[in-house]
């Protein structure tokens, strides 16, 4: 029998025949709750392998490698998989998911590098791509699901979508319900440059569709976007988006996963991209202390960074005791993190506690633990009586302001809360409420990559998790870009710039909405939405349009 443990120390049993389903359906304003199905049959590992090399007639030139089995719980669509990897004599391999019970084609994926095209072989023609990937369709897909598809590139992709960085052409054929678009629905494919398709993605709601006949009218839904919707303005890492190592963070105005951005087409309510209820995102710093700015960055040692831990342990209420176990990441180039393990001394008969403080080679916190309370490894219990939302969002900023206290006019505390449900939903799994802050620069928020998050057990109120990896905005960071000037547009300037690129359209909606233990869900029920439609991009400060789409392209 073949056993996997998960991520998550989960040891997943698959040589029974039956499995029960768990979903995630919608109950509420994006929230998720979990449904559990009739058991089903499930392929047995052997049969999976038949059904992949019956659907994808390349296999015949690859070798089975290994096979794993994966449960729901870890994937986006709370499908359980099978996971098969597969290599070729003369190098290349390839990666298949399919689903547990219908032997469906979930991802398809060539691993490593893509080939580069030989001297005498002609770049690939996005129709002869069309073409290529029209006939993989008819490998892995129903002649039903192709009767229900968009042109190819017709609409864009969602941003659901996975996106790898292989050379070839995007291909994505859209789901048409109703003549209505559902930009989350239908498959994506990357046809590299030799002409084989080198990536297959699938995603398919099978939750009911809202009726179409009781929208409201697209002339209400325009005013009702020009009246709600708010991109957050903020400093965007133009690195990440063009891959260019040498571009600088720029001022832009971009919709960020938690401004009000869709007009529900039932209700006319402002919703974000969790499909919940949303309204403009207030911004404003935790205190007045800024770090002075520096350009170099100083780099320190192992005991300074012991040091810098116990400083900070001394900024909370007791007394610790380091326990001598002392973990170090990174190597090289990389960015190198000590963690140090620590023991509170408690009075006599109370039990003691144990902390973990993360210190960077740039002497800065990026993690504290309190216990290691590892989820899913322990068993759940529903808490009965817990702290409200507001609450954890006061014990969390303590935390960052005791920690961080000559940052707090760069530090600012992510506006939003979750749903009832969701809350009924913390409670009933125990887990901890997550709350975000994110960084400024001259008032200016940096954007996503920027955000780091606390975790508050929802039931005692403590704080038990701070996770700070990702900053660069401290002293060691470039806290010096440009303010705001008189040139920059204002909100309702840049929003006039987003139609002018893309057009107001009615279409469902399959939001991606945070699940159990902060796992990214889909919600089983999907929404009709008024959204605006066309290349991905976002609107600079001096008002133009930047888009991604064409740098994909180029």
Do not use: C
Not at 174 to 181: K, L, M, S, V
Not at 207 to 232: H, N, Q, R, Y
Not at 484 to 507: F, P, Q, R, S
């Amino acid at each position: 029998m073949l056993k996997r443990t998960t991520s998550w120390g989960l040891s997943l049993g698959v040589s029974s025949i039956v499995l029960m389903v768990t979903v995630f359906a919608s109950v509420g304003e994006g929230s998720l709750t979990p449904v559990a199905y009739a058991a089903e049959k499930i392929l047995s590992e052997k049969e999976a392998i038949a059904l992949a090399q019956k659907q994808l007639k390349n296999l015949g030139e690859y070798k089975h490698k290994d096979a794993e089995f994966v449960d729901g719980i870890e994937m986006l669509w709370g499908k359980s998989i099978w996971y098969t990897s597969w290599n070729k004599e003369n190098g290349g391999s390839l990666g298949v998911q399919q689903d547990v019970v219908s032997g469906k084609i979930w991802r398809y994926e060539h691993l490593g590098e893509e080939r580069d095209l030989d001297a005498n072989q002609k770049k690939l023609t996005e129709d002869q791509a069309f073409q290529v990937a029209t006939q993989f369709l008819k490998q892995v897909t129903t002649e039903d699901e192709r009767s229900r598809l968009s042109k190819p590139n017709e609409y864009p992709d969602s941003d659901i979508f996975y996106t790898p960085k292989k050379q070839g052409i995007d291909v994505n054929f859209t789901r048409i319900e109703n003549g209505i678009p559902f930009l989350e629905n239908g498959f994506r494919l990357i046809v590299g440059n030799d002409g084989e398709v080198i990536y297959f993605e699938r995603h398919w709601s099978e939750g009911k569709l809202p009726d179409a006949s009781k929208v409201i009218e697209i002339t209400e839904a325009e005013k009702k976007w020009d009246e709600g919707a708010f991109p957050t303005f903020l400093d965007k890492d133009m690195a990440s988006v063009s891959r260019k190592e040498s571009e600088p963070y720029q001022l832009v105005y971009e919709f960020q996963s938690n401004d009000p951005q869709f007009v529900d087409a039932i209700t006319g309510k402002m919703l974000d991209s969790y499909g919940q209820v949303s309204q403009e995102r207030k911004i404003k710093p935790l205190g007045k202390t800024v770090p002075p700015s520096t350009a170099e960055r100083k780099l320190i040692t192992k005991d300074e960074a012991q040091k810098i831990a116990e400083k900070q342990l001394k900024k909370l209420p007791g007394t610790y005791l380091s326990s001598g176990r002392i973990i170090e990441s990174g190597s090289g180039s990389d960015r190198k993190v000590w963690f140090f393990e620590f023991t509170s001394q408690p009075g006599e008969g109370k039990k003691s506690d144990t902390v973990k403080i993360g210190i960077d080679d740039s002497g800065y916190l990026v993690q504290y633990n309190l216990n290691q309370k590892t989820r899913f490894r322990e068993e759940s219990k529903k808490i009965e009586k817990g702290i409200t939302w507001e609450q954890a969002q006061e014990s969390a900023r303590k935390l960052v302001q005791t920690f961080y206290p000559d940052q707090l006019g760069i530090i600012y505390a992510v506006d939003y809360a979750p749903s009832e449900e969701r809350i009924k939903e913390i409670w009933e799994n125990d887990e901890p409420y997550e709350i975000e802050f994110g960084y400024l620069i001259n008032g200016v928020p940096a954007g996503d990559s920027s955000i780091f998050q606390v975790n508050v057990d929802a039931e005692t109120g403590d704080v038990v998790d701070l996770y700070n990896h990702y900053y660069n905005l401290g002293p060691s960071g470039d806290s010096s870009l440009p303010p705001k000037n008189e040139d920059t547009i204002d909100v309702n300037a840049a929003k006039k710039v987003v139609k002018e690129n893309k057009k107001l359209m009615l279409t469902y909606f399959q939001p991606k909405v945070r699940g159990s233990n902060g796992i990214m869900k889909m919600l089983e029920q999907p929404l009709l939405v008024y959204r605006y439609v066309g290349e991905k991009g976002l609107v600079t400060a001096d008002g133009k349009w930047h888009s991604f789409t064409k740098e994909r392209k180029q």
